[in-house]
Nanobody, 113 residues
Framework: QAHLVESGGGLVQSGGSLRLTCAGS????????MTWHRQAPDKAREWVAT???????FYTDSVKGRFTASRDDATNELYIQMDNLQNEDTAVYYC???????WGQGTRVTVTT
């Protein structure tokens, strides 16, 4: 019954911005640890950010200062605002209920020069 759906990916030029949305159903996002991960072609899936129930956030070094995670309890959605995108940010981005290890289907982000 529970599932996650990512959206908001697309094609963006280097230096541009995107905001990804993770819509949850079947559970309350504010009750669990949520994460963002990404997977570039031929690379392992990489942890990007964590959003804890109380609002604490954590980021991998490569995105600190550029990415910001947030949550809207009214809509049961998790977001990640991605600014100053670089070519190395190109990947499929996934959100995860870390407690249950539930993943969404992913949304693709492609950054071009």
């Amino acid at each position: 019954q529970a599932h996650l759906v990512e959206s908001g990916g697309g094609l963006v030029q280097s230096g541009g911005s995107l905001r990804l949305t993770c819509a949850g159903s079947g559970f309350t996002l504010s009750d669990v640890i949520m994460t963002w991960h990404r997977q570039a072609p031929d690379k392992a899936r990489e942890w990007v950010a964590t959003f804890a129930p109380g609002g604490a956030t954590f980021y991998t070094d490569s995105v600190k200062g550029r990415f910001t995670a947030s949550r809207d309890d009214a809509t049961n959605e998790l977001y990640i605002q991605m600014d100053n995108l670089q070519n190395e940010d190109t990947a499929v981005y996934y959100c995860q209920n870390f407690d249950s290890k539930l993943w969404g289907q992913g949304t693709r982000v492609t950054v071009t020069t």
